[in-house]
């Protein structure tokens, strides 16, 4: 286990009201290693980041359980950009410590 675990990631400053899938996204991407997120590319087309992330079903939808609603890889990646910049302020907040 990593320091970051210490971080609430999946309630971040500025979220609003959450549902049962956003809260479950959020922790999808808690869950998700350092060395994964670091090889993600907010410029690769839609197709990439679904072949980079391997959790998408062949319709474009990410498989989540507990899920109310689906979340497709624009609502992905907006709460993907969010939460690797949350994540790198702690990390970094963390390292000078």
Known sequence: MTEQVAFNFERLPG???LDETDVSLRAYFARLTDEHLAGYYPAWPDERVI?????????GVL????????V??????QV????????KENSTRDDST
Not at 63 to 70: I, K, P, Q, S, V
Not at 80 to 87: D, Q
């Open 72 to 77: 497709d890889v624009s609502e992905y990646r």
């Open 51 to 59: 072949e980079w992330d391997g959790n998408f079903r062949s319709d």
């Open 80 to 87: 993907l950009e969010k939460h690797l910049a949350y994540r």
């Open 15 to 17: 979220d609003g009201p």
């Open 63 to 70: 498989m989540l359980t507990c899920c109310e609603r689906d």
